[in-house]
């Protein structure tokens, strides 16, 4: 049977913005992350036929050519648009995707690390792992949604990973070092929902977006004041504009040693660092057994190669029966 291979590199750029955070509406600092992911799309006959029974009328005429560069753009969509498919077929809804199209993910990367500890117990390892990243990160994935949605994804991602953990690795110390990274990924992005930057080295894991690891508390609130009253930090500054920071600066700073001053700097961060807390406690109260039972049956499709007969039949039925079977093992597990 021949199999032909396509790959396609995808580069998706995410930007996360931490504007007026420091009170100056002119000032914002951005965090930018791109990943590379190489798309390959396998298509044998057998395959090809799946496919178009599969996608119906909108490739009953199509070539294998057409077809492979069909699936291998809702590949692409899948990957750019946050879990949003637009026209594009849900890939855990797509038999030939889901048995037929994996993802190359940046080395060292979220995605890639849990690429590798879920390799061998998903068939296709690779869409779990991209899903799972993109719920996690939402502050990359899903720039434009609520704090609260990107929390209800960050909170079901990490109960379906627990299922997963529970159920598919067999050595306990390799589950719970999966759910370590897991749970990382998830603070670190609940700390840029914060408006921190995540630096991840020696003795520092957050800063704020004004702070350099190297200064001390007062050049720290020097850069800040700058930042607030001026719009830039010193060194971009004209001579005569830091002149004229430097002694306001200091006056103010004279006061009391700095203490209202660092206080008031502050404040506008530290409101929204409140607010953001409460809006994705208030979110993760709101989250439903049932939503997450849903969002597990769906990763659960790549897991189930050895039964995945119910996958391609056309009785919605016999799909909906396999997957909760599939859910009530894990459930079983986890008492």
Known sequence: MSVNKVTQNVTTTNTNHYGNVVGNSNQSTEQTKTNDVAVTVELSQAGCSQAKLYLGNRTDSASDEALREQLKNEAKVARQDGGKYGNAVDPFDNPFQLTSVTYSFREGSLEDTI???????????????????????????????????????????????????????????????????????????????????????????????????????????????????????????????????????????????????????????????KAVASKIESAIKQISDISVNESLLRLLKAFTKSDATFLFSDNPSENENGLSSLLGSVVEAKK
């Open 115 to 273: 690429n590798k500890y879920l390799d061998g117990k998903a068939f296709n390892s690779s869409l779990v792992a991209g899903e799972l990243g993109k719920m996690l990160q939402g502050t990359f994935h899903n720039a434009h949604a609520t704090v609260e949605e990107r929390a209800v994804n960050r909170e079901t991602a990490i109960r379906n990973a627990e299922s997963i953990a529970n159920v598919y690795f067999d050595d306990e110390n390799e589950a719970k070092a999966f759910m370590d990274v897991i749970r990382k990924a998830a603070e670190d992005d609940v700390w840029r929902e914060k408006g921190y930057l995540v630096v991840n080295v020696p003795d520092i894991r957050v800063l704020r977006p004004h702070e350099n690891p190297i200064d001390t508390e007062d050049s720290r609130m020097y850069n800040l004041f700058a930042l607030k009253n001026y719009g830039m930090t010193p060194d971009k500054m004209t001579p005569e504009m830091f002149k004229e920071m430097d002694a306001a600066f200091l006056t103010a700073f004279q006061k009391d040693k700095g203490k209202s001053l660092g206080a008031e700097l502050n404040k506008p961060f530290d409101d929204n660092e």
